[in-house]
Each structure stands twice: as C-alpha cells, then as structure tokens.
Nanobody, 122 residues
Framework: QVQLAESGGGLVQAGGSLRLSCAASGRTFRMAWFRQASGKEREFVATIRWNDGTTYYVDSVKGRFTISRDNAKNTVYLQMNSLKPEDTAVYYC??????????????????WGQGTQVTVSS
C-alpha cells in the first residue's frame, strides 16, 4: 500500500504560478496529477514515469504546466504557470503500479491522495 500526500495548493490571481508536491511512501511505476472542478468529472492533467521521466499532458495545460520527479525524495511536482480561472479545481495525486496504455484514465491508478484546492481568481 502506497500513501500519497499532496501540498502546495492555494489562491492565486490569473497569470500567477503555483507548485504542487506529492510525497509518496513507496515507489510505483507511474505518477500523475488529476483535477476535479466543482460539478465536473475528474480530469487527467499530467503523468510521469519514475524510471525514465517520460511525461504526458492534457492539451489544455501544455506549455503552462510541468510535471517532474525527485527520485531520491519519492516526490512528484506539478509546476503550474500562467494559471487561468478555468484551472480552478481540487488537484489529486495518483500512482499506478503497472504499465498501461491508458495513462489518462483514472481507473488505471491504484492509489490516490486526498487532494489540494487550487483557486485562480480573475
């Protein structure tokens, strides 16, 4: 069982930046960030593989968000720049034990954090 703990959420003005962190209690195959806005379904944001750092992003955040990892600390980060009001959501960290082609599907992930609120004001 792997436990995930997110931190770094908060309130920021449009155009600002935030960095989210996710500390994992153990090593898995892949880590990801999802988000869920009020009244909407959970949405894939970005993912990274522990072994080689391969990343994938949803189109809406490409060029603005960067996912990275620190293998020594078992921690994954999401650097969010040029934030927009539509980025407002609860952001969840997730971990997958095994390889899957469907990296954007929430049901491919085995462990989830509690979530951290990100609010972007206009």
């Amino acid at each position: 069982q792997v436990q995930l703990a997110e931190s770094g959420g908060g309130l920021v003005q449009a155009g600002g930046s935030l960095r989210l962190s996710c500390a994992a209690s153990g090593r898995t195959f892949r880590m990801a960030w999802f988000r869920q806005a009020s009244g909407k379904e959970r949405e894939f944001v970005a993912t990274i593989r522990w072994n080689d750092g391969t990343t994938y992003y949803v189109d809406s955040v490409k060029g603005r968000f960067t996912i990275s990892r620190d293998n020594a600390k078992n921690t994954v980060y999401l650097q969010m720049n040029s934030l927009k009001p539509e980025d407002t959501a609860v952001y969840y960290c997730a971990a997958a034990e095994k390889w899957s082609l469907m990296v954007g599907s929430a049901n491919r992930y085995d462990y989830w954090g509690q979530g951290t609120q990100v609010t972007v004001s206009s």
